[in-house]
């Protein structure tokens, strides 16, 4: 019994000395110093991560940049930050690697080890989120934001520390963050080209690639599931017990021209006849049937492109997410 106590006495100590460690690390993080004050992106980050844990938004020590944590990102800075710092989201998740004790680990994509390596800062989204596949953490600081009590105490602290006069405009609720997670969904469903396309060229004027990040992104997730994760054409379907899709979200008219991803821009199409369809060797006529170009020649086979010519795509069970006749006219006028 005497062993038992013990061991949990030890057990205990050996938890609060490493919450007492991390604690003191978040108290000392390296931030700019600038004419607005020190630069409040890390403690914004950090904060948004143990959210990401505590609604399960992230369950392995992979920390990757997905809309959701980016989303956790933008709207903890409105809250919080009132002072004239641009919201940047690369900033804190390159530079946070930097900090001592190092807790926080870059791995590279394919590719970008060296270049990685080699860079002093990294301020676009779009190079972290092409040079960078997640963040790891040190294994001890993982199970503290995956557990209840250390995560909540981790965020009251940065709360606390960095946040006193504004604290109280954060929300913690997860049902809050979704409905707003939901509202910018919605506008990707509901919301008429036009008007989406006007908000696209404002992101792209005010440089807010964050948010044009989170709306590609769930182009790409509502495409499939509105075609029931089948191929539109083929019919193609894998249901995996892994994390992994063989159908693609694609764009019919591209998004560098139409900067539309609303739903009626999209059908679901597996990896080759994405392909095709993009470039220009198959398109939809104003029946939704299929056009095969003449400009190509392939070998009769099971698994060519000619055996669908003619074929009905099947479409989306509610008509309102039907695709676009007109962006398929001009899909065919580009070809």
């Not at 963040?135 to 909540?152: H, I, Q, R, V």
Request: include cysteine.
């Amino acid at each position: 019994m005497k062993l038992f106590f013990l061991h949990l006495f030890q057990e205990n100590t050996l938890y609060l000395n490493t919450l007492a460690t991390y604690l003191q690390a978040f108290k000392k993080l390296k931030r700019g110093n600038t004419p607005y004050g020190l630069a409040p992106h890390k403690p914004i980050l950090l904060l948004s991560v143990l959210q990401g844990f505590q609604n399960k938004l992230i369950t392995q020590n992979q920390i990757s940049i997905t809309p959701e944590l980016v989303f956790l990102f933008k709207a903890n800075w409105t809250a919080l930050v009132n002072t004239p710092f641009v919201c940047n989201f690369a900033l804190p998740f390159f530079h946070l690697h930097k900090e001592k004790p190092k807790y926080w680990h870059l791995v590279p994509k394919s590719g970008f080890e060296v270049m990685l390596s080699a860079m002093e800062s990294i301020s676009s989204f779009t190079a972290l989120n092409g040079a960078v596949q997640y963040a790891t953490l040190d294994e001890d600081l993982f199970e503290l934001m995956k557990e209840t009590t250390s995560n909540g105490i981790l965020q009251q602290f940065l709360i606390d520390t960095y946040f006193p006069s504004t604290k109280s405009n954060f929300s913690n609720s997860s049902g809050e963050q979704k409905k707003l997670f939901d509202d910018l969904e919605g506008k990707i469903l509901h919301e008429p080209a036009t008007a989406y396309r006007a908000e696209i060229k404002k992101l792209i004027a005010e440089q807010n690639e964050e948010e044009i990040f989170i709306r590609g992104s769930l182009f790409k997730r509502e495409i499939p599931k509105i075609y029931n994760n089948t191929c539109c054409i083929s019919g193609m379907k894998i249901d995996a017990v892994i994390n992994v899709s063989m159908i693609d979200a694609c764009h019919i008219v591209p998004f560098a021209e139409s900067y539309d991803d609303t739903i009626t821009n999209g059908i679901a199409l597996c990896p080759n006849l994405h392909r095709a369809f993009d470039r220009g060797l198959i398109s939809i006529d104003d029946d939704y049937r299929v056009v095969i170009s003449n400009k190509f020649k392939e070998e009769t086979s099971n698994y060519g492109i000619g055996i669908f010519a003619g074929k009905q795509i099947n479409l989306p069970a509610n008509p309102k997410f039907y695709p676009s006749l007109e962006n398929f006219g001009r899909h065919r006028g580009r070809f």
